[in-house]
Every structure is written in structure tokens, then in C-alpha cells.
């Protein structure tokens, strides 16, 4: 499969928005002290939403390294 720069341009964006999904996910987590069921809920929220940004800013330096590759004539 070989994508344009515009598509993987297209990809990046739509990653950011998965992170800005996930950063305001965790913003909008309930503060202070909770019972501890609840708690641990939060947290796992909170621990998946990370995992999710994470992974997503992985994805974003590949991309962004292809787009490199394109420019550079290295890839097809």
C-alpha cells in the first residue's frame, strides 16, 4: 500500500485528535478523594487515556518520518 504525503498529512491529523480526545477524557476526571471502586475506575481511565497518547505520539513521529522518506525520494 502507498500512501501520499497529503494522506499521511491527513492520518496525522486525525492522531492529534485522538490525543486531544484522550487529554480531555482525562480532564474531565472527577478530582479529590473517592471511594475506592470509583477510584480505581479514575485511574484506570486515567492509566488507558496515557497509554492512548502515548501510542498515538508513536504513531504521529512514524508518520511523520514517512513523510520524510517521501520527500527525501527514498520510499516509492
Given at each position: 500500500m502507498?500512501?501520499?504525503?497529503?494522506?499521511?498529512?491527513?492520518?496525522?491529523?486525525i492522531?492529534?485528535?485522538?490525543?486531544?480526545?484522550?487529554?480531555?477524557?482525562?480532564?474531565?476526571l472527577?478530582s479529590?478523594?473517592?471511594p475506592?471502586?470509583?477510584?480505581?475506575?479514575?485511574?484506570?481511565?486515567?492509566?488507558d487515556?496515557?497509554?492512548e497518547?502515548?501510542h498515538?505520539?508513536?504513531?504521529?513521529t512514524?508518520a511523520?518520518?514517512?513523510?520524510?522518506?517521501?520527500?527525501?525520494?527514498?520510499?516509492?
Amino acid at each position: 500500500m502507498s500512501m501520499s504525503i497529503s494522506d499521511i498529512q491527513k492520518d496525522i491529523e486525525i492522531f492529534e485528535a485522538r490525543i486531544q480526545t484522550a487529554r480531555e477524557k482525562i480532564a474531565g476526571l472527577p478530582s479529590g478523594r473517592l471511594p475506592f471502586k470509583k477510584h480505581r475506575k479514575r485511574e484506570k481511565v486515567r492509566r488507558d487515556c496515557k497509554a492512548e497518547i502515548k501510542h498515538v505520539k508513536g504513531l504521529i513521529t512514524y508518520a511523520r518520518e514517512g513523510i520524510k522518506l517521501r520527500k527525501s525520494g527514498l520510499m516509492g
